[in-house]
């Protein structure tokens, strides 16, 4: 997943929205998850921060991220969520981590 973050800063864009895997009752995914669990794999929270930083250190460094995670009401989900952490919350999350771990988009950006 993270080769996508070349692959996306050779395009035009100027913004990009992140959103975490999230299976919705009622979907055709639901139906395809109770059928093969072992196809899906969810992000803890950190891991995903990781993740998501990981990726901001390759992206071109003037692509504005809008978004860092989707948020559904936990009544809609079929798979648990992150504990009750708001949407809000994710973007201070990722820029406390970047500055432990003194990183930056496009840190390893490669134009």
Known sequence: MLAQAHTLSALPLHSLKFHQLQILKGSLMEK???L?????SFFELDEYIDFVI????RLRP????????G???????????WGLIRNEKIPVLVENRMKQRNTWQGKKYMG
């Open 71 to 81: 948020e559904v009401p936990p009544r809609f989900q079929v798979t648990s969520a």
């Open 54 to 57: 990981d990726f901001l250190e």
């Open 36 to 40: 093969h669990p072992d196809k899906y």
């Open 62 to 69: 003037d692509i504005v991220v809008e978004r860092f995670a």
């Open 32 to 34: 395809d998850y109770a």
